[in-house]
């Protein structure tokens, strides 16, 4: 068997396709909404993402703004930048790019975004709406990652009501909030969330209808982990260089070979990464009618 392909680039595309008519349905009514990204220092991944949530934006008609930092910036201007972000009316929603510089308080950081412009979904606020459940017209913004994890599945027809998931890594932007999701009523799956202390991680995995690995540690999961037919989420991501060749690879948490047993497989790269960035463009834009109502 070789595993269904669950391609983020393509879905992904088909997304920005669907939220560019929104956007120029907004337009004719003169609104136009616009992402601000907050990156603070030099790390080569961050500007990549970074750039890519713009190049994004240009696709779909939505403004962009961008303010970078230094890597020596203090906490105080990286709070100064956020009131600006705050105030600033061409901003409608905007992200603060994690992680933030090595002692830096991030947690403050997301607590000053103002929650009717947190595009991520990381306001306290809006993940305790998350937590309790809060859908229809009050709805906030989703985290991008499992949002965008969730509607891939569903896109590509992958039953979740009832089924058991396992969620390895319990990180603020992916884990954490993707075991509430997919909990969520109407999505309805049995959850484990698996980390770093959990004890005989292939036998959890091996009981798991979805898999979702996002660690950064590069080849964990293995084949004879997976059970037949189950659906794959490969997130994690880690540089490695070649000790012969000296040249930068990267490489996911999935190991070659799962995709002879898998029902379905998200490659890594062109899988859940761009869903990431078209769940972020969909927050934007769901703000911005939600404003107009
Ligand atoms: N404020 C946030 N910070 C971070 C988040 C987040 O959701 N909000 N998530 C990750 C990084 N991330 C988004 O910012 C992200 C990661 C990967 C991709 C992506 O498109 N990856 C491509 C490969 C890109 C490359 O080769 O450089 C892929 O998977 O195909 C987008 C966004 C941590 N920080």
Redesign the pocket.
Same mark, same amino acid.
């Given at each position: 068997m070789t595993a269904v392909r669950l391609d983020? @680039?393509a879905t992904a595309t088909a997304i920005k396709g669907e939220l560019k008519a929104r956007v120029e349905a907004l337009a004719a009514r003169g609104i136009r909404p616009g992402l601000g990204t907050l990156l603070v220092g030099d790390d080569p !991944?961050?500007h !990549?993402?970074v750039a &890519?949530?713009h190049r994004d934006c240009r696709e779909v008609g939505v403004e962009s703004i961008r303010v970078d930092l230094p890597g020596d910036a203090t906490e105080e201007q990286v709070h100064e930048a956020i009131e600006r972000l705050n105030a600033d009316p061409a901003v409608t929603g905007y992200? /603060?790019?994690? =992680?933030l510089p090595e002692g830096m308080d991030a947690n403050a950081a997301l607590e000053l975004i103002d929650p009717a412009k947190d595009a991520?979904g990381?306001h306290p606020m809006n993940l305790g709406r998350l937590v309790l459940g809060v859908q229809g017209e009050l709805n906030s913004p989703l =985290?991008? @990652?499992p949002n965008g994890i969730v509607e891939m599945l569903r896109r590509h027809g992958v039953d979740l009501p009832g089924k058991h998931a396992v969620v390895i890594g319990r990180g603020l @932007?992916v884990g954490r909030p993707l075991g509430l999701l997919l909990t969520r009523k109407g999505i309805d799956a049995t959850v484990t969330l698996a980390h770093s202390r959990t004890l005989d991680l292939r036998e959890e995995v091996r009981r798991a209808d979805v898999v979702v690995a996002a660690v950064g540690m590069p080849h964990l999961v293995q084949p004879d982990w997976i059970k037949p037919g189950a659906a794959v989420l490969d997130v994690g /991501?880690t540089r490695v260089v070649d000790p012969e060749t000296g040249k930068a690879k990267?490489s996911g948490d999935i190991a070659p070979g799962v995709e002879e047993v898998a029902g379905f497989l998200s490659p890594? =790269?062109? &899988? /859940? &990464? =761009?869903m @990431?960035?078209a769940m972020l463009v969909a927050n934007v834009v769901e703000a911005a009618e939600r404003a107009a109502r």
């Open positions: 983020g @680039t !991944a961050s !990549a993402y &890519g949530k992200i /603060v790019q994690l =992680p991520d990381l =985290p991008c @990652t @932007t /991501v990267l890594n =790269p062109g &899988g /859940v &990464g =761009p @990431t960035r």
